[in-house]
């Protein structure tokens, strides 16, 4: 038997119907769909700073800026993974505010500062000291978080 084939206006209106229910669907599927983001368990927490720590003590300023960068991505899994949303880790960390201690909240600005200034300043010479400071400030936030 052969398949009759649509006219082009009634294409024309499946494709319209089909857009118009993807626009008006959409925002509720983002607010009652479960989160297919899991949360971070306290055993992912301490495998993923242990290996930061470990990625520091390589003893390099390449290996710090890369235990940081790698801390604040980290950070922002966190936050994804407990619902924050934003388009930047910055908008998310924002949101969060307002469930975290007010010190780990400021640890955690403290750190991504740090980071953006890795990122985003080419000049920008970074010590032991100063790299030990941010991933124990990145650790104090995401420790709080996943409480």
Same mark, same amino acid.
């Given at each position: 038997?052969?398949?009759?084939?649509?006219?082009?206006?009634?294409?024309?209106?499946?494709?319209?119907?089909?857009?118009?229910?993807?626009?008006?669907?959409?925002?509720?599927?983002?607010? +009652?769909?479960?989160?297919?983001?899991?949360?971070?368990?306290?055993?992912? +927490?301490?495998?993923? %700073?242990?290996?930061?720590?470990?990625? +520091?003590?390589?003893?390099?300023?390449?290996? %710090?800026?890369?235990?940081? *960068?790698?801390?604040?991505? +980290?950070?922002?899994?966190?936050?994804?993974?407990?619902?924050?949303?934003?388009? *930047?880790?910055?908008?998310?960390?924002?949101?969060?505010?307002?469930?975290?201690?007010?010190?780990?909240?400021?640890?955690?600005?403290?750190?991504?500062?740090?980071?953006?200034?890795?990122?985003?300043?080419?000049?920008?010479?970074?010590?032991? %000291?100063? *790299?030990?400071? *941010?991933?124990?400030?990145?650790?104090?936030?995401?420790?709080?978080?996943?409480?």
């Amino acid at each position: 038997m052969k398949k009759q084939k649509k006219s082009r206006e009634v294409e024309v209106f499946d494709m319209i119907m089909s857009g118009l229910g993807k626009i008006i669907v959409k925002p509720f599927v983002r607010i +009652f769909k479960p989160s297919a983001v899991k949360k971070i368990a306290q055993k992912e +927490f301490q495998d993923e %700073f242990k290996r930061l720590w470990g990625v +520091f003590q390589l003893g390099d300023e390449a290996h %710090f800026r890369q235990a940081i *960068t790698e801390a604040d991505n +980290f950070l922002d899994k966190v936050l994804k993974s407990q619902n924050f949303s934003g388009k *930047t880790l910055g908008e998310r960390l924002k949101l969060a505010g307002g469930k975290m201690a007010e010190s780990a909240y400021q640890a955690a600005w403290n750190a991504h500062k740090v980071r953006n200034r890795i990122v985003h300043e080419s000049d920008f010479a970074l010590l032991s %000291f100063q *790299t030990k400071k *941010t991933l124990n400030d990145f650790e104090k936030a995401i420790k709080e978080l996943i409480k």
